[in-house]
């Protein structure tokens, strides 16, 4: 889609307005930017509450599966409040997770806590505050919860997660169906049996159902159907060799979502069709009753809702070679093209009406060469202080941020109707140091 000459899509409310500037949820991009400083992670609400609504229209409402965001792509406060709102439950996947949610006053029976490692204190937690669902990445974590929960004296709702052998489409660090996956047990070598028989003997155990996630950023929708054909044969087979019939079918999250042109993610109606046609298909076909389904969404719903601003500073050419156009950001905000190679669309806030003049690499700020933001992007012709808007880092960048060089973590802001509220404090230098100690016998040097 081009815009003014642009070639970037723009999601949700973003559009451009009549100063010729980059405007998201009615508030001017570049006033953001001026106001609250950048780096800074902006977050379209109307965009975010949307994707909530795809999803609870299209599984919720159309076939009484439940849907479960997946706080790891983005999570804060105002996220828990707004996924509450929206009637979502919540896949926390640590005790910070967790802590944030319960914090937000996020309701603890529509949590979901995965991990393939919880220690004891986080799943004490998790059975204390009364969490909704806990999934059993493997055997280890079967009995730790079975002992926990007995001296609570509470029983655990617990569902087990599998590998059912599915090699998704997608890169090789998000993939997570395959044998060979450090998530599961596995189906095909019958630990994952052997783990529903051992949850079925635990008194402390209230085995709820079975897991699958086959991986992220999925375009595929067959992917889905077979982790469904395998994951309702396997439910047949649970049948025939403990009698349980399998309740819940959590099917996990993945969807993908477009982030540059030729990526095109499948519509979340096509994709809760597909899913559960062949759930429904699979059951009928294995002779068993249709579990109650659950998804976990997390790139499709926070993922197009967000975009970060920078700051362009330094821009050096190297005739005949390459033009860098640095920002006040980089891999310490948004790790992914770093980790993945993942590719980004971006335009000029302050020149979106701007036809592209040139073609320029984005450059971040820390100190590694693999800190590229962006390879070749056309732009108009950028200078310093010019804002940069990158699209689509609603998941896995603020998630993923770190502090490497030192450098203070972004704020958020959440706008809407034109307004801009704060969401995530900028970390100050202040932030950087008040966990550091310095021993007595070095202070006195
Ligand atoms: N559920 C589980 C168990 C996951 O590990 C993930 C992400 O890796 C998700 C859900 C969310 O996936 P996505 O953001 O691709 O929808």
Known sequence: MTHGGLKMRFNGTT?????????????????????????????????????????RRFFMEKYGADVVYAGKTLLNMAVCRIVANEGLGLDVGSGG???????????????FFHGNNKSPEELA?????????????????????NGLAGGNGKKVPVIIRVTPGIEAHTHEYIKT???????????????????????????????KGLHCHIGSQIFELDSYCHAAAVMLSFVRMVYEETGCTIGELDLGGGLGVYYVEGDRPPLIRDYADAVMGAVIENALKQGTPVPRVIVEP??????????????????????????????????????RP????????????????????????????????????????????????????VSCTGAYNYSMSMNYNRLPRPAMVLVNGGGAALINRRESFHDLVKNDIIPERLAAN
């Not at 997770?97 to 949590?111: H, N, Q, S, V």
């Not at 009364?130 to 990445?137: E, K, L, P, T």
């Not at 979106?352 to 070749?376: F, H, N, R």
């Open 97 to 111: 997770e967790l802590y944030t949610a319960l914090k937000a006053g996020f309701p603890a029976e529509r949590i």
């Open 298 to 335: 997390g790139r499709s719903i926070s993922g197009p809702a967000g975009t970060t601003l920078y700051t362009v500073g330094a821009v050096k050419e190297i005739p005949g070679v390459r033009k860098y156009v640095t920002v006040d950001g980089g891999m310490g905000d948004n790790p």
């Open 338 to 389: 770093a980790l993945y190679q993942a590719r980004y669309e971006a335009c000029l806030a302050n020149k979106a009406a701007t036809p592209p003049q040139e073609t320029v690499s984005i450059a971040g700020k820390y100190c590694e060469s693999g800190d590229m933001l962006i390879w070749d992007i056309r732009l108009p012709s950028a200078a310093p202080g010019d804002i940069l808007a």
């Open 125 to 145: 937690m998790a059975i204390e505050n009364g969490v909704g669902r806990i999934m059993a990445d493997n055997m280890h974590e079967l009995e730790l919860l």
């Open 177 to 207: 169906g395959q044998i060979d996956s450090k998530f599961g047990l596995v189906i095909e070598n019958g630990q994952a049996m052997a783990g529903v028989k051992r949850a079925l003997e635990l008194d402390n155990i209230d085995f």
């Open 15 to 55: 559009r451009v307005n009549e100063k010729g500037h980059l405007e998201i949820g009615g508030c001017d991009c570049v006033e953001l930017a001026r106001e609250f400083g950048t780096p800074l992670y902006v977050l379209d609400e109307e965009c975010f509450r949307q994707n909530c609504r795809e999803y």
